[in-house]
DNA sequence: CCCTTGTAAACTATTATAGTGTTTTAGTTC
DNA sequence: GAACTAAAACACTATAATAGTTTACAAGGG
C-alpha cells in the first residue's frame, strides 16, 4: 500500500522536522503513526533509507507543483516570472523542503548529506537554464551562459526564502515587494534592452 | 561562580525548550556553552537537579518581574488589573515557562513532572488571593472565597496565555481585546455594584 | 613553587535504539 | 466456523549513546 507508506513518510517529515536524524528514533515514529515497527521495515530497508524516501518524495512534491503552475504559460518571460513566485512561495509555505535545500545537517545523517541535497537543486537550475535558452533563441534575452545565471537565479530566490526564518507574517506585504525586487532584478539581468 | 552557573541554564533552558527532558544531553550542553562536563557537575547534581534549578530561576524571574510591575499600586482593583495584565504578556513572551505551568511533560523527566511544575502556581495564587482579601477589607470587593477565586482566576488567565500557540502575530489587537474581555469578566465577578 | 580552577578526554555502567524474530490479534475468504 | 492473511504487539539482541566519574593536564595567581 502506497498510503501506508505516505503515512509513514508524513510521520517521518514532522518529526524530523522538529528533531533531526538523530533524535528521531523509529519507536517514536512507529508510535506517531500507529504502525508497528515491523510494517516499517517492510517498507523501508533501514533508517537512512526511510529518511532519502521522504527527501524523494518531498522533492517531487515540489518540482510537480512548481511545474503545475508554469504548465500553460508561452512566453519565456512570463515563464520565469511564474517560476520564481511559486518557487519563493512553496519554500515559504513547506519549512522541511527550504531546510532540505539549505542543506541543514540536522536532517541528515552525516552519510546523507552530501549524497541527496542537491537533488531539486540541479533539477531547478535545469529549468531555468530551459527557459532562458528558450528566451535567447526568441530573441527576447541577452546572450548570457544560461547555467551560470540559471545558478545565479537560483541560489538568489533561495536565499529569498530562507529570510522568513526567525522573523513573523506582519512581514506578508513585504515578502511581495522582495519577491518583486527579486523578479525585477532577475529580469533586468536576462532581459535585452 | 553565579555567572557561569547562569550561562549554563540559560543553555539549558534553549535546548529543553527545543527538544525536551529526554532529548537534552549533557554532552550538547557542555558542548553549547563550551564548559566541560565535569565543571557542570561541580554546579549541579546530576541532569534532573540542574533542570530543576532551572526551572526555580525562571520562577522566580517570573515572579520577580510580575512583581515589580504591580510595585507601587495601590488600589486592589488597579493592582489585579496590574498582575493579569503583566502576567499575560509575560507569558506570552517567555514561552518556556508557559510551558512550565502549562505542565508540559517533554520538558521533564517523570519524576520531575509532578514534584515542581505547580511552583509558580500556587505563589501566584496566594498573591492574587491576598489582594482579593485586601479588597474585601475595604469594601470593594465582594465577600467571594478568595483561594478559589484566586485559583480560578490565575487559571483563566493561563488559559489566555496558552491562546498563543499555533496563531501568527497579526492576532496583536485580538489579544489585548481578549486581555481586556479577561480583566472585564474578572473585575466584575468580584468587585461590589 | 603550589594551589586553584577548569578543560579535554578516556572510561564505565547503564540505558536506549536499530533491527529481527516470534506470538497475537483482527479481519477476510471459503 | 475453519483456514488464511496481514499487520500489530511483544520480546529479544547486538550495538551505540549517554549519564556520570576519573584521570591527566594546562593556565593562571599568590
Redesign the interface.
Known amino acids: 500500500m502506497d498510503d501506508v507508506r505516505n503515512r509513514i513518510l508524513d510521520n517521518v517529515k514532522e518529526r524530523l522536522d522538529r ?1 533531526g536524524f538523530k ?1 528521531t528514533t523509529m519507536d517514536e515514529i512507529s508510535k506517531d503513526c500507529k504502525i508497528s515497527k515491523k510494517t516499517i521495515y517492510e517498507h523501508f530497508k533501514d533508517k537512512e533509507d526511510m529518511v532519502t524516501c521522504l527527501f524523494v518524495r518531498e522533492c517531487h512534491k515540489a518540482m510537480e507543483i512548481i511545474f503545475s503552475h508554469m504548465g500553460e504559460i508561452e512566453d519565456p518571460l512570463e515563464k520565469l516570472i511564474q517560476l520564481i513566485r511559486t518557487s519563493v512561495w512553496y519554500f515559504r509555505e513547506d519549512i522541511f523542503i527550504t531546510r532540505l535545500l539549505k542543506n541543514d545537517e540536522a536532517l541528515y545523517s552525516a552519510f546523507l548529506s552530501r549524497k541527496y541535497h542537491a537533488l531539486i537543486d540541479q533539477e531547478i537550475i535545469s529549468i531555468i537554464a530551459a527557459i532562458i535558452r528558450e528566451g535567447k533563441e526568441q530573441g527576447k534575452f541577452r546572450d548570457v551562459d544560461e547555467r551560470v545565471v540559471a545558478y545565479a537565479g537560483f541560489k538568489l530566490f533561495q536565499a529569498f526564502s530562507y529570510m522568513r526564518t526567525g522573523e ?3 512581514e506578508k506585504d513585504r515578502q511581495e515587494y522582495y519577491t518583486n525586487v527579486l523578479i525585477d532584478f532577475v529580469i533586468n539581468a536576462i532581459v535585452k534592452k
Open positions: 528533531f533524535k513573523f507574517d506582519e
